[in-house]
């Protein structure tokens, strides 16, 4: 069997792949980073002055299993707002995971390879399909997963991609913890629990087992396989609302 998810897969394939696949939980440190340190200042703005101020834009950042590194740009930044803003979704997340983006990408696992369902563009630079990844990183209370969505170009801009962002959060004193305690130890550091304050490696899916409608959007792209019963009702409510979205959206293109 193939051990790439690709657009071909099925759900059998890729609960096969997933369900032997480790994710490294990136480290993300409180006392560095993103900060929003002006009270007056807007999370928005304070994301993109970080961009710039970090050296983000256009940056690029490297994907296991994928042919091109991916750009960071304005416009992944402003459609991982939007995305994150429609979700009702903390932004701050947003920050804290652009603190660590070069790790959390480079880590990043692919979960699914899907076409491209939204409505294209007029002007015949369309995508092809979209490759969605999932990774993680982790504060001394929280895990914070993270989806991150590749488009994949065609037409006039054939060959190009662009990357979307949405990040989630769980309570690691709740019940994540405890899920994790079997966790096998990072190579270099020896540490095996998130306390530990350091990366740490944990089957895929043992973090997928925490996971509920917070992290729908991440859900939405997972093989039933991998899903407990509301996890898949959950998924099966995104996908519904997401049709729904884009279907309103298509009659309002229809009527201009």
């Known amino acids: 069997m193939n051990k790439e998810i690709t657009i071909n897969s099925t759900d059998e394939e890729r609960t096969s792949i997933l369900s032997e696949k480790d994710l490294t939980i990136v480290q993300w440190d409180r006392k560095h980073g993103f900060r929003q340190t002006d009270p007056q200042e807007s999370i928005t703005h304070a994301l993109g002055r970080y961009m ?151 089957n895929i899916p043992q973090l997928i087992s925490t996971f509920n409608s917070e992290e729908g959007i991440i859900l939405k792209n997972l093989p039933n396989g991998l899903l407990n019963d509301a996890q898949q009702k959950i998924k099966q409510k995104v996908i519904a609302t997401d049709i729904q979205s884009i279907c309103r959206h298509s009659a309002r293109r229809r009527l201009r």
């Open 52 to 202: 710039d101020e970090s050296g983000l834009r256009g940056k690029p950042m490297h994907f296991k299993d994928f042919p091109e590194d991916v750009a960071f740009t304005r416009n992944t930044l402003h459609e991982s707002i939007r995305q994150m803003t429609k979700r009702h979704s903390d932004l701050a997340n947003l920050g804290r995971v652009l603190s660590v983006i070069d790790d959390v990408c480079k880590n990043a696992e692919k979960i699914e390879v899907e076409p491209y369902r939204h409505s294209q563009p007029k002007s015949g630079a369309g995508f092809k399909q979209m490759h969605q990844y999932m990774s993680a990183f982790h504060d001394m209370d929280y895990i914070y997963p993270v989806k991150i969505t590749i488009r994949e170009a065609e037409g006039k801009q054939a060959n190009r991609f662009y990357m979307v962002i949405t990040v989630g959060m769980i309570d690691i004193e709740d019940k994540t913890k405890e899920a994790l305690t079997n966790t096998r130890v990072h190579p270099e550091t020896g540490e095996s629990l998130p306390a530990g304050g350091a990366s740490f490696i944990v």
